[in-house]
């Protein structure tokens, strides 16, 4: 059974950074396309960015490219999500889990979800 740990959340000025970081407690965490997502209150989760197990690849929804940038460190097990110039809209409980199969952009796609960590973007 995997478990995956999310860290690095907190509360930022709008135009800050943050580095949100994801460590899986995993063998074959080296297999495994991770992905981020997030949850805002009162909406549906969605898909943030996705980076292949060779980190050669990576995906991004339209709402965070050119800000965000995931990476992944397969010797430490870890995933990375370095969220630059923060907007208020960003503000969400965000989530790493590992692909299984399907949609890239599906949360259905994903399985071993993290418990969250949250990050609030002030005005």
């Known amino acids: 059974q995997a478990q995956l740990v999310e860290s690095g959340g907190g509360l930022v000025q709008a135009g800050g950074s943050l580095r949100l970081s994801c460590v899986a407690s995993?063998?074959?965490?080296?297999?495994?396309?991770m992905g981020w997502f997030r949850q805002a209150p009162g909406k549906e989760r969605e898909f943030v960015a996705a980076?292949?197990?060779?980190?050669?690849?990576?995906y991004y929804a339209d709402s965070v490219k050119g800000r965000f940038t995931i990476s992944r460190d397969n010797i430490k097990n870890t995933v990375y999500l370095q969220m630059n110039s923060l907007k208020p809209e960003d503000t969400a409980v965000y989530y790493c889990?590992?692909?299984?199969?399907?949609?890239?952009?599906?949360?259905?796609?994903?399985?071993?979800w993290g418990q969250g960590t949250q990050v609030t973007v002030s005005s």
């Open positions: 995993v063998r074959t965490f080296n297999t495994y396309t």
């Open positions: 889990a590992a692909h299984i199969t399907g949609a890239i952009i599906s949360r259905d796609s994903y399985n071993y």
């Open positions: 980076i292949t197990w060779s980190g050669g690849t990576s």
